[in-house]
């Protein structure tokens, strides 16, 4: 389809330029969450925003998701500047948002059923991402009586069936427990080299972040913008005691310290 | 086990019943402190019931008319309220201007409790069917109202953003997001409006009226036959409950997965 995806070059596929972001403050003057914010990520690159509780991380996915604009500056994705939300960016969001009153399938096949496409074919494509993330025979339960990892493997498993061609993850794993998280990452990872997308995944974990980002951006508290950049070339799976690992957790770890 | 322990608990309410008519009988029948013509004994209640299920003295209907009569006006006021009510809260709480152009004169409408009409419908209709039905419909119209527009602007902003990274329409997130979202609120309407819609009818009754069950308790009154006051209460009271039952079986089938 494009010119540019022929032969191993990648083109930036998502481009932040210039970007700053204002809210009116409740009693007056404005909050600024980001400014000087300029960043580009790679076709299915995994890209893992990475920065201190509250310092605008989830701001960055809602302007790239639609939901919020840039005060000014410009996001573009493949080449359309992001005027609202839209069926390409799918997100997978930080607590939960299953629609209760759907069963699991229900909730998987929601993106497919709003665009209009058939019961069969759309079901099918639901049962393929159920099985991805390893619900089957989970279809029929409704989400209040499945467990906080299972809801999240619905949220992600919701998001890739409407096939997005960028997938934003707003620190879907910070409300699961430490062992749940684990095995989350390493199905993620799975997920993820089975079906490129480009990912932007946002977390204050920084083993969470090295293990699974092919890049980091570190952030600076509000107002936010890039503090530095780490391109992690270690193998995957990744060891978390791996000697290369733990060098860049303590490296990483020690900018992120800097600007508390 | 839970199983077992469940089957037996209704003894429990079983045993408050019976020993509530037996003191009941004890205080009447039994001992003689009240007289028939201030408190009946529960044998003398059942008597008048079967009596009066027949015999059209002392107020000029059978139980059954009277019944009818008040069910009748109830059912049309109610259910045209119902369905006028809840479509309008969905478009006030869904269309800014639609809330504008209607609320001042909704607001008006909803301070003024139902009973509080019954004078001046009185004087537009008479003491019939229709100055009744009117007041049921405004009181039932007041509350669904209300409900379906809370109801639909308690929609997680979150459940709204899902559907827009789906590139659902604003209609597809109101009809598939936004109305899930608010059913539990709109069968909570419609419950409030009909217990709100059987007190008003019997208090519209013991003011203005020739026939029905809030009639037959205020005739009896008159003639001091505490009896069918007692048939008259039990009667509303059952068939209050039983009214209900729709409602409570449509939000089991809609809420199966579970509350919301």
Partial sequence: MRMEQTGKVKKDFIVCKDVMEEFPKADEGMFRVAENLNFTVKENEFLVLFGPGQCGKTSILNMIAGFDLPTSGSITVDGQEVKGPGAERGMVFQTTCLFPWLTVMGNVEYGPKVRGVGKKERRKKAQHYIDLVGLQGFENHFPVKISGGMKQRVGIARAYCNEPVVMLMDEPFGHLDAQTRYLMQEDLMKIWEREKRTVIFVTNNIEEALYLADRILVLTNCPTKVKAEYKIDLPRPRDYTDPDFLKLRKEISEVVDHTL | ?260
Wanted: hydrophobic share 55%; proline share 5%; net charge positive.
């Fill in chain 2, 1 to 260: 086990m839970q199983k077992k322990k469940s089957k037996y608990l209704w003894i429990l309410s079983a045993v408050t019943v019976v020993f509530v008519l037996f003191i009941w009988w004890l205080v009447t029948d039994g001992l003689g402190i009240f007289t028939s013509n201030t408190l009946p004994s529960p044998i003398k209640i059942v008597q008048a019931f079967i009596k009066k299920l027949t015999d059209p003295n002392p107020d000029g209907a059978t139980l059954g008319a009277h019944l009818l009569s008040s069910l009748k006006i109830v059912l049309s006021g109610y259910l045209l309220g119902v369905v006028i009510g809840i479509p309008m809260g969905i478009v006030m709480a869904w269309y800014e201007k639609a809330d504008l152009m209607i609320r001042p004169v909704f607001d008006m409408i909803r301070t003024v409790p139902g009973i509080a009409w019954v004078p001046v419908m009185v004087v537009f209709c008479g003491i019939g069917f229709t100055s009744k039905a009117i007041v049921i419909f405004i009181g039932a119209v007041v509350a669904n109202v209300i409900n379906a527009y809370s109801g639909i602007k308690q929609t997680k902003q979150v459940h709204l953003w899902v559907g827009a990274t789906f590139g659902a329409s604003n209609w597809q997130l109101l009809t598939k997001i936004a109305l899930p979202s608010a059913f539990p609120m709109i069968i909570n309407g419609l419950k409030l409006s009909l217990g709100g819609a059987w007190t008003t009818i019997v208090a519209a009754e013991l003011l203005a009226s020739n026939r029905g069950i809030g009639y037959m308790i205020q005739q009896a009154r008159g003639i001091l036959r505490p009896d069918i006051i007692i048939v008259g209460m039990f009667v509303i009271g059952i068939v209050g409950s039983l009214l209900m039952l729709p409602i409570s079986l449509l939000e089991k089938k809609v809420m199966k997965g579970g509350k919301w």
